[in-house]
């Protein structure tokens, strides 16, 4: 993946999976299905919708920081360009799933109405979520379309956070934990907070998960 993040990968979908219901932003708000996003080019509405698989960046990946990746979007140049709820079910039970999706700054085509009353907050609650949790990550890179056609050398890059883990109670205390050895074995005289031991960033034009 040399170098994707330099201008290969056209868009950034930030893709989150919640069982409950009462950890949703209060200001993402609920989008039908298939309907096209605010911001949204016609080549990244085709990506997000298309049928086209892409590839497995690495394999899932258990309780991951991913705050340095959210950070690194804006110094690789990409701005958020929607955020969106939207409440499915899966075995008889609601789920959520959240997406924030970024762009490539020349490709910002978002409303005044998104970027000045929207954008600022959605910001701020994706980072909250991203301080507060750890996460299981999935990456896909797909293919990227304009005009309904696949345009070779550019992608759409989908990274999926599930499993939450949380590190900080509702009372915004640390979530505390015994440390274990190999074994199993409880080390330490008292429990730790709990903390990632991995994170998900971009590294010279890369996305990479590492210590």
Same mark, same amino acid.
């Given at each position: 993946?040399?170098?994707?993040m330099?201008?290969?990968? %056209?868009?950034?979908?930030l893709?989150?999976?919640?069982?409950d219901?009462? @950890?949703?932003?209060?200001?993402?708000?609920?989008?039908?299905?298939?309907?096209k996003?605010?911001?949204e080019?016609?080549?990244?509405?085709?990506?997000?919708?298309?049928?086209?698989?892409?590839?497995?960046?690495?394999?899932?990946?258990?309780?991951?920081?991913?705050?340095?990746?959210f950070t690194?979007?804006?110094?690789?140049?990409?701005?958020?360009?929607d955020?969106?709820l =939207?409440?499915l079910?899966?075995?008889g039970?609601?789920?959520?799933? @959240?997406?924030?999706?970024?762009?490539?700054?020349?490709?910002?085509?978002?409303?005044?109405?998104? %970027?000045?009353?929207?954008?600022?907050?959605?910001?701020?609650a994706?980072?909250?979520?991203?301080?507060?949790?750890?996460?299981?990550?999935?990456?896909?890179?797909?293919?990227?379309?304009?005009?309904? =056609?696949e345009?070779?050398? =550019?992608?759409?890059?989908?990274v999926?956070?599930?499993?939450?883990?949380?590190?900080?109670?509702?009372?915004g205390?640390?979530?505390?934990?015994?440390?274990?050895?190999?074994n199993?074995? %409880?080390?330490?005289?008292?429990?730790?907070?709990?903390?990632?031991?991995?994170?998900?960033?971009?590294?010279?034009?890369d996305?990479?998960?590492?210590?």
């Open positions: 993946m040399t170098g994707l330099n201008g290969a990968v %056209r868009i950034v979908m893709r989150f999976s919640f069982s219901l009462s @950890l949703i932003p209060a200001c993402i708000k609920e989008k039908p299905a298939k309907q996003s605010v911001g080019t016609p080549g990244q509405f085709v990506a997000r919708t298309s049928a086209a698989k892409g590839a497995e960046c690495f394999v899932p990946v258990e309780k991951v920081g991913c705050l340095p990746f690194g979007l804006a110094f690789a140049g990409y701005v958020l360009v955020a969106f =939207q409440v079910q899966k075995r039970a609601d789920f959520a799933v @959240l997406r924030f999706d970024f762009a490539i700054l020349e490709q910002d085509v978002s409303s005044d109405e998104f %970027r000045q009353n929207i954008r600022p907050d959605a910001e701020k994706l980072q909250q979520m991203l301080e507060l949790s750890m996460w299981r990550v999935r990456a896909f890179l797909n293919p990227y379309f304009f005009k309904e =056609q345009v070779e050398g =550019q992608y759409a890059l989908s999926n956070l599930e499993a939450r883990t949380p590190i900080f109670d509702r009372q205390r640390p979530i505390l934990q015994w440390e274990k050895d190999k199993g074995e %409880r080390i330490g005289d008292a429990p730790v907070p709990v903390r990632p031991k991995l994170f998900l960033r971009i590294e010279k034009g996305i990479a998960i590492g210590e």
